[in-house]
């Protein structure tokens, strides 16, 4: 099984990542070293950079990061080493939580992601759902594929027009690639 871990760094110190036991690729949005990506977008922007260029050449397991998923998980790099082959999603974090349509209660402002997820996803969400926070990731290659990379490309277009597209994309991870809402917490 191939794996890497795709890092969304700013200014994070990211010694943590010498104890992974596989690949890493770091994107920059400070450092001028390196995967160098304007600071837009947060995370949310270097993963769908990462899918973009690599569509075609995607490693069996994805796992997307921040650059201090310590912070969220004191035990990322052991979840990520040990991480066994499979065909599926699964949140890194060490936080679950409960949203709705717009977001809330987790975010200070109203987002559109009922709207997000019609639109895109074309299904409608449930009126509550679980998402693992903080944008940490491990994802199979299929399930990635199952959208087309225009898909994708579309996604990141939006990011561009809509600054609250990042903490949308945080709640819909999962039924984006899974296809499908976590209605009870797990950890």
């Not at 990322?76 to 717009?102: A, C, Q, Y």
């Not at 561009?160 to 009870?184: A, N, Q, S, V």
Request: some cysteine; overall charge positive; charged content about 20%.
């Amino acid at each position: 099984m191939s794996k890497i871990v795709v890092i969304a760094r700013y200014k994070e110190d990211i010694s943590w990542s010498n104890g992974l036991y596989c690949n890493k690729i770091i994107y920059n949005k400070f450092y001028e070293e390196g995967i160098v990506l304007p600071n837009v977008g947060k995370e949310s922007h270097t993963y769908l950079t990462h899918i973009i260029n690599n569509y075609d050449n995607l490693c069996d397991m994805n796992i997307f990061t921040q650059g201090n998923p310590i912070f969220h998980s004191a035990s990322f790099v052991r979840k990520v080493n040990n991480l066994k082959p499979w065909v599926g999603f699964k949140g890194l974090s060490d936080s679950n939580f409960e949203t709705n349509w717009n977001g809330l209660p987790h975010h200070k402002t109203p987002l559109r992601v009922g709207w997000y997820c019609e639109e895109l996803l074309e299904f409608t969400p449930p009126e509550k759902w679980i998402f693992n926070g903080n944008g940490m990731f491990a994802v199979h290659k299929n399930l990635i594929l199952r959208h087309k990379l225009d898909f994708y490309k579309k996604l990141f277009k939006l990011i561009y027009k809509d600054m609250c597209l990042p903490w949308i994309l945080e709640r819909l991870w999962h039924p984006l690639f899974k296809g499908g809402f976590m209605t009870k917490f797990y950890l």
